[in-house]
């Protein structure tokens, strides 16, 4: 017996199994690729020798048809290749392929499932109580702990000011359902420090908070007082389908100083994986947010969602600073699909000190930066302080409307390693800053309406249409919240030309003329991102014509009376 390639064989049988054991293949030097998965994205970490670039393929389990991904972006930082794959169906088996020019690997992962498995069952008090629920009964991965209300009614905490928090979460695996939270004297529902895996779904939380003002007259309570307030070290909170409006205080605008005051929701440095999707975070200009979804600390490798986390779908109305502020590190942080109307900045991203994150096909609407000032801000807030900055900005497929939307698509803050593509950025004012910083930003393929380009926008195909009358003009007019390109527009052609209107004939000044929409089929493909365009190439902006439209809020996608909460039906 030759023991040598016995031995041998032995050898390599154990370390197959021992990959798979860990769910991936490996060939060449690398080490340890992994995926952390939400609901429909999952982040992809490679830490490989740089090969340049690092591809990406992936398939359902079980012999689905392969597509591809984005290259993944490669950090020196950390000698590692990461990004993200999106659009993915929930509780679904993936493989991954991944392949540089020195190495490959297999690697599987199944994304999360919203079926979470019930154990204990707590139940509200039915109609209205004034005590503060406080839930300290942990469930466990195969068993969460429910707390929900009573069948065929409704739960109605209402704390009257004297209490200071709604719903106390200091437990982990806990689920609050169909909850109605009213008038607590700081925070509808706090979730304790470091605590993990807690659902807070359709649910109504109103009139919360200190009145607050601004800091610059020496108003000092009232800061952050939120819907929901998640403290230091928590991590996997999904946050679903609530309507939360209404706080009792303020924000001050930016006519009085730096805003403060209520926030929709605020997640303190986090350790990552959570998702905040189909939720109505809305108010009135006199009860304005500060933030509809924000928190801290922004300049740091952490920050407020940190890694691997989702915002989507949302509808934000009435922040006076930022309507979703995701600062720090942003590593494979998703944001998409929300509707924003009336803030100052649309999407806050400074720090991005790790990378890359992800912001696409989110619709803005109007800003502003005062009650009496009606100047509005920028759609996506960059900038970096100290080692903190430098990561990947991926910004796909978004859409500002006009009039009264921002003046600037981006910040004047410093916005290096920043790609853009199929955007419409109808905005009067500047595209990209002036702050030169290395690696150069990578802006293309938008619809770009402005007078001021910047000198980082190195872009090559952008479309520049600065005569292209702006705003409703360029959409087909619709009673939802759909913004589809018309497929034709009208435009100016200058100068003189001879017209004819029956026998008579004119020259005629700077005539209106129709031409085909510079929206339409003006894109370039983005794999994983666009690869269901309709047409000859993909549309820019939000919405692709011929395919069905986004939905936001707490209703999106839904039947009309599918999983109506308790507080509505009772």
């Not at 498995?117 to 942990?138: C, F, M, Q, R, Y």
């Not at 004297?185 to 359709?202: L, P, V």
């Not at 679903?240 to 009792?248: A, F, G, M, T």
């Not at 001879?498 to 000044?509: C, D, N, R, S, V």
Request: proline share 5%; charged share 20%.
């Amino acid at each position: 017996m030759n023991w040598k390639k016995l031995f041998l064989a032995v050898l390599i049988v154990e370390l197959f199994t021992l990959q798979y054991i860990y769910g991936q293949k490996i060939t060449g030097k690398t080490s340890d690729p992994y995926a952390v998965p939400t609901f429909e994205c999952a982040g992809i970490y490679w830490k490989v020798q740089e090969g340049d670039p690092c591809r990406l393929r992936y398939r359902e389990e079980g012999g689905g048809t392969w597509k591809n991904g984005l290259v993944l972006v490669y950090d020196p930082r950390d000698s590692e290749h990461r990004g993200s794959i999106v659009g993915l169906k929930q509780g679904t088996a993936y493989q991954v392929e991944l392949s540089s020019n020195i190495a490959t690997a297999l690697l599987s992962f199944q994304t999360r499932s919203d079926k979470f498995p019930v154990g204990k069952i707590t139940v509200l008090p039915a109609g209205e109580s004034d005590t503060t629920i406080v839930i300290s009964e942990s469930g466990t991965p195969d068993a969460y702990h429910l707390v929900t209300t009573p069948q065929n009614s409704k739960s109605v905490i209402n704390l009257k000011n004297v209490c200071r928090n709604g719903i106390e979460i200091n437990a982990d695996y806990v689920i609050i359902r169909g909850a109605e939270i009213r008038n607590p004297a700081i925070h509808g529902i706090i979730i304790r420090k470091n605590r993990h895996d807690i659902i807070i779904e359709q649910c109504y939380i109103a009139f919360w908070g200190r009145i607050g003002g601004p800091r610059t007259y020496g108003n000092l309570e009232g800061g952050s007082d939120s819907g929901v307030f998640a403290e230091t070290g928590t991590s996997n909170l999904t946050i679903q389908r609530n309507l939360i409006e209404d706080p009792r205080g303020a924000s001050n605008d930016w006519e009085t100083g730096h805003p403060d005051g209520p926030q929709g929701i605020t997640i303190i440095e986090s350790k990552g994986g959570n998702v905040i999707r189909y939720n109505d975070i809305v108010s009135t200009e006199d009860h304005g947010f500060n933030d509809g979804i924000g928190g801290s600390g922004n300049f740091s490798w952490t920050g407020n969602m940190n890694r691997d986390s989702d915002i989507y779908g949302n509808i934000i109305r009435n922040a006076w600073d930022d309507a979703i502020e995701s600062e720090g590190g942003n590593m494979n942080v998703r944001i998409w699909g929300n509707f924003i109307h009336f803030f100052y900045n649309g999407i806050a991203t400074a720090s991005t000190s790790k990378g890359p994150v992800y912001i696409f096909r989110n619709v803005s609407r109007e800003s502003r930066s005062g009650h009496s000032n009606s100047m509005g801000g920028a759609l996506i807030k960059t900038g970096e302080r100290n080692e903190f900055g430098g990561g990947r900005r991926y910004i796909f497929h978004n859409t500002i409307l006009q009039p009264g939307g921002v003046f600037n698509a981006f910040s004047s803050h410093v916005n290096p390693n920043c790609v853009t593509r199929n955007n419409i950025f109808d905005v009067p004012g500047r595209l990209a800053t002036d702050i030169e910083k290395e690696p150069e930003g990578d802006y293309d393929f938008d619809y770009f309406s402005g007078n001021i380009k910047g000198k980082t926008a190195k872009e090559e195909h952008g479309i520049k249409f600065g005569t292209t009358p702006s705003g409703t003009r360029l959409y087909v007019s619709s009673y939802n919240l759909e913004f589809y390109p018309r497929s034709s527009i009208n435009s100016i052609k200058w100068g003189k030309y001879p017209y004819e209107f029956g026998t008579k004939k004119l020259e005629i000044t700077d005539p209106v003329v129709w031409i085909n929409n510079p929206l339409i089929d003006t894109g370039t493909l983005l794999p994983g991102f666009n690869d269901n365009f309709v047409g000859k190439a993909p549309d820019l902006g939000a919405f692709e014509v011929g395919s069905p439209p986004l939905q936001f809020g707490r209703r999106a996608y839904l039947m009309f009376n599918e999983d109506r909460a308790p507080w509505e039906k009772y």
